[in-house]
């Protein structure tokens, strides 16, 4: 059974930084994604990257803020999130797919973590 551990969320000021963690277990499929979801919202995806971390993908609302990356052991995926602003406030989801390309789409994943609160205060 797929266990995705996320860590790394907590409460920061407007242009403060968070780093995420997420580590899965039981997979050798490591194909990890981002997700957020904010009160009242439809949870979208946030970044993800291809299984040899040549593509990357981000929504237009953290480019140049956020910053994908894995692990050397590519169990662990990090979401370096720089800039932050309120409208960042959200609880991040880890994500696993079953391929090693990179998908916005939340059909394409097939388990999630419980989450990691991220708030920024202005």
């Known amino acids: 059974q797929v266990q995705l551990v996320e860590s790394g969320g907590g409460s920061v000021q407007a242009g403060g930084s968070l780093r995420l963690s997420c580590t899965a277990f039981?997979?050798?499929?490591?194909?990890l994604g981002w997700f957020r979801q904010a009160p009242g919202k439809e949870r979208e995806a946030v970044s993800c990257i291809t299984w040899g971390g040549t593509i990357t993908y981000y929504t237009d609302s953290v480019k140049g803020r956020f910053t994908v990356s894995r692990g050397n052991s590519k169990k662990t995926l990090y979401l370096r999130m720089d800039s932050l602003k309120p409208e960042d406030t959200a609880m991040y989801y880890c994500a696993q797919r079953e391929y090693p390309g990179c998908s916005r789409a939340r059909s394409a994943y097939k388990a999630w973590g419980q989450g990691t609160q991220v708030t920024v205060s202005s």
């Open positions: 039981g997979t050798s499929m490591n194909y």
